[in-house]
């Protein structure tokens, strides 16, 4: 009886923590089913890791971990063929292109990874860190060190480098 008590207090806490992450993955979302899904999808990976789901705090990071991971995925590169594209401008022409890829080679292995994992990958520098194993305080050194040294050789070209701090 005992037993049979308290598994229902805590198929009721689960119930209540389950609507509160729906609620909260209903937020980041504004959709009622990709939330139900999210919130189910931060629920399976405690559950999985921890062999159980008892704390609210771990499960709204799971959900937000889960849908940032989700938007990251969303994203959609289209490439269409060269046969399409138009002329290269003057400043799209191949030694540009080589400059890049030799600038790029001059960086060092830290600046480098930590500029394309920002640039092209789209990670804040936390996110960074915690991939590369390093504070955020050094990979924000070793973006600023790359985007200096782009500057430097492509001037005004690379306007979009300039000052971006994530």
């Given at each position: 009886?005992?037993?049979?008590?308290?598994?229902?207090?805590?198929?009721?806490?689960?119930?209540?923590?389950?609507?509160?992450?729906?609620?909260?993955?209903?937020?980041?979302t504004r959709n009622p089913d990709d939330a139900e899904d999210l919130a189910q999808l931060g629920w399976m990976k405690l559950l999985k890791k921890y062999g159980r789901v008892d704390n609210k705090n771990l499960l709204f990071v799971a959900i937000r971990n889960s849908h940032y991971d989700q938007l990251r995925r969303a994203r959609v590169v289209s490439f269409s063929p060269l046969e399409n594209a138009p002329e290269p401008s003057r400043s799209e022409t191949p030694?540009?292109?080589?400059?890049?890829?030799?600038?790029?080679?001059?960086?060092?292995?830290?600046?480098?990874?930590?500029?394309?994992?920002?640039?092209?990958?789209?990670f804040t520098a936390v996110e960074i860190g915690k991939k590369l194993g390093m504070p955020r305080g050094t990979v924000l050194s070793h973006m600023s060190r790359a985007r200096s040294k782009l500057r430097k050789v492509f001037g005004q070209e690379l306007g979009y480098l300039k000052g971006q701090v994530a």
């Open positions: 009886m005992k037993n049979d008590k308290q598994s229902q207090q805590s198929a009721a806490a689960d119930r209540e923590l389950l609507r509160a992450a729906t609620g909260f993955a209903r937020s980041l030694g540009n292109a080589l400059d890049l890829e030799l600038t790029l080679s001059s960086l060092s292995q830290a600046e480098r990874e930590a500029l394309q994992l920002n640039v092209m990958e789209g």
